[in-house]
């Protein structure tokens, strides 16, 4: 058994699974605060990700200055999409507001590769050195920065939903929609702003990823992958959203590692996560954290 | 009320009977027996191209009408349903190929093969429902896509598989202008055969499920065999459409039937109409021509000069599956009951032609 591989992979799976995290609280803070689930989740870090390309490279911007113009331009669109597409959804059964979000990640998918084509577009450098060497594992540059930025906002989502006023709207939006409308509280400004934030935060991920990898349409993939992590964890809690994307990522990284010493079945990569899912599913419906419905009649 | 040649203006009826019947006014079905009669001789009238646009719209309508069962009438959501079509696509190939059966009974073998699978995968909706229901056919249509590639004594692998056309008593249906008439039949059968079960205590056991599963429950229809039953009926229905287009095409390959496949057939029943079976076909018809229409306007703008833009012609791919995805999001908007329900109000504009009462 190769310790070195794994254990690379496991801390490679760590890093991913951060990001998995990342993707996961957007997910489950606008299923959360508007009962949406966002197949098109995967489509703002595809999106993010081509703004700030273009930025670098039509613009000329530096970096951080495009960075922060996509992450701009992401809270408008996230905002703009709620107000335009989502909010006549409100009230309608779960199929049609899952097409809905189904129909968007279509539209912009085909709608980024008509205007910046399929193959995929790398960053211009932005680190001078590619990989550092941690307790002797190869870290890369992009990756350790993921982890820095992945940690950065859990720390603010927290930060925020606890001790800001918006976020306390939030809160207590998701709690009681009625109750927090009859208390002042805007559930239309509540329901733009999740859509804001969970595209930009999107948006970011979009972004790192982008780096290590290139810009492509294999970016929306992520937006189907966190489905496993954030089953896994409930779909409505935001700490089993981050516990279910570092599940995920380490497992998916440790079934490939034995896919490729000794299984030998291939593609347990991208597979391994559904099968976990479907056997989640049979065992706690409601994944690990997530409330169970009660229902009366 | 098939006595009736018009439909009253207001609910008249008075038995079940009345209640149940599959076409409500003799006008109707008379109507339709004539379609169906002018469309068994459509291959002398018109061209070869629209042939094989008939002969799409009737195998997709049979999987898209097996989803609206599981969608629109149990109200159980499915996101696999392109991997079933794939799946009856190679298990009729498969079946043809390895144990010699005679491929008009490979057809229905396969439906029955792809509704075990269904059932198997369909087996979480007995504690699972909505949303959670939706990822986990979700990974199921992963699941089975992966399948597709690695099982190559299944279906042939990366290199796909073959399928033999249909014989039947020394007759090849090997011509578009043959085949055809299987197509037609097989669509008809099936649409009758959902109109039936649509009227049947199972039936109605689904209509019940989809709209209050609790109530369902106490009234004594078992949920978790309903839910089941729902979902092995949608997979024989996508089976037997993925085995047409098999022996249609002659060759199978797994490239075809991703997530996007089952995202169309949603797309097919939402724009139809949920929960109604002639919506699904308008719905099916819909989705058919939309492309074709896209690429014929884009050939007359280009022979204009301000529309041959290079953008619009290189990227009328992408076009396409823009238009799906707008089209799925208007309709949701706008329509959200579907062709059928605005159908329903067209009529109803002109019977109540002048005054709208």
Not at chain 1, 98 to 106: E, H, N
Not at chain 2, 250 to 269: C, D, H, K, R
Request: proline letters at 3%; one cysteine or more.
């Amino acid at each position: 058994m190769n310790f070195e591989l794994l254990t690379q992979l496991v801390v490679n799976g760590l890093i991913v699974g951060l990001l998995y995290g990342v993707i996961g609280m957007c997910f489950v803070l606008v299923y959360k605060s508007t009962q949406i689930v966002n197949f098109a989740q995967g489509e703002f870090l595809l999106i993010g990700a081509w703004v700030c390309w273009a930025s670098l490279i039509y613009l000329e911007l530096p970096f951080f200055l495009g960075f922060l113009l996509s992450l701009l331009f992401m809270a408008g669109f996230g905002v703009l999409l709620q107000m335009i597409v989502l909010r006549p959804m409100i009230g309608e059964p779960i199929i049609s507001v899952i097409m809905v979000t189904v129909g968007l990640s279509i539209f912009f998918q085909s709608l980024m590769k008509w205007i910046f084509g399929s193959s995929p577009q790398s960053y211009p450098q932005v680190f001078d050195t590619q990989s550092i060497n941690i307790f002797g594992l190869n870290v890369e540059m992009a990756y350790l920065m993921s982890t820095v930025i992945a940690l950065i906002i859990m720390v603010a989502f927290y930060l925020f939903f606890k001790h800001s006023k918006h976020g306390l709207a939030m809160r207590a939006t998701a709690f009681d929609q009625q109750a927090a409308q009859s208390l002042g509280v805007s559930v239309k400004h509540v329901f733009a702003m999740s859509w804001g934030i969970a595209a930009t935060v999107s948006a970011t991920a979009g972004i790192v990823l982008g780096m290590v990898n290139g810009v492509s349409e294999s970016l929306s993939i992520m937006g189907i992958k966190v489905f496993p992590a954030v089953i896994l964890g409930g779909l409505d809690s935001i700490v089993g959203a981050i516990v279910g994307g570092l599940i995920i990522g380490v497992l998916e990284n440790v079934a490939e590692f034995f896919d490729s010493q000794y299984l030998h079945i291939g593609n347990m990569y991208d597979i391994a996560p559904f099968y976990v899912l479907l056997i989640i599913l049979w065992f706690k419906p409601y994944g690990l954290f997530g409330t169970k419905d009660i229902e009366r009649i | 009320m098939s006595s009736l040649t018009m439909r009253p203006c207001g609910d008249f009826r008075t038995s079940y009977k009345q209640d149940n019947t599959i076409f409500e006014t003799k006008t109707i079905r008379w109507v339709t027996i004539f379609t169906i009669l002018a469309l068994c001789f459509a291959p002398l009238v018109v061209d070869g191209y629209f042939i094989t646009l008939l002969i799409q719209i009737s195998y997709l309508g049979i999987a898209a009408l097996g989803l609206n069962i599981l969608v629109g009438y149990t109200g159980q959501i499915s996101l696999g349903h392109g991997a079933f079509f794939g799946f009856g696509a190679f298990a009729s190939a498969w079946l043809n190929t390895s144990f010699h059966i005679p491929v008009f009974l490979c057809i229905p073998l396969a439906g029955f093969l792809t509704m075990g699978v269904g059932m198997m995968f369909g087996a979480p909706a007995a504690r699972i429902k909505g949303l959670y229901l939706a990822i986990a056919t979700l990974a199921s249509q992963f699941i089975i896509e992966d399948f597709f590639a690695r099982a190559d004594w299944f279906s042939g692998g990366s290199s796909g598989s073959m399928a033999e056309p249909i014989n039947l008593f020394g007759f090849a249906f090997d011509t578009d202008q043959s085949f055809y008439y299987v197509a037609l039949f097989s669509l008809v059968f099936m649409f009758i055969w959902g109109c039936n079960l649509m009227r049947s205590r199972d039936g109605r056991a689904f209509v019940a499920v989809r709209d209050h599963y609790l109530s369902a429950e106490i009234m004594g229809v078992k949920l978790n065999k309903y839910r089941l039953l729902s979902f092995g009926i949608s997979s024989f229905y996508a089976g037997i459409g993925g085995a047409l287009y098999a022996h249609y095409l002659g060759y199978v390959s797994a490239e075809g039937f991703t997530l996007m496949l089952s995202i169309q057939f949603l797309a097919m029943i939402i724009i139809g109409g949920l929960g109604s079976i002639k919506g699904t076909l308008m719905g099916v018809i819909f989705m058919v021509f939309l492309p074709e229409v896209l690429e014929s306007g884009v050939g007359v703008m280009k022979m204009t000069d301000w529309g041959n833009i290079p953008m619009v012609v290189d990227g009328l791919a992408y076009i396409k599956e823009m238009t799906i995805g707008l089209v799925i999001i208007g309709f949701l908007i706008f329509e959200p009951e579907g062709l059928a329900h605005r159908w329903t109000q067209i009529k109803n504009y002109w019977k109540f032609y002048p005054f709208a009462y």
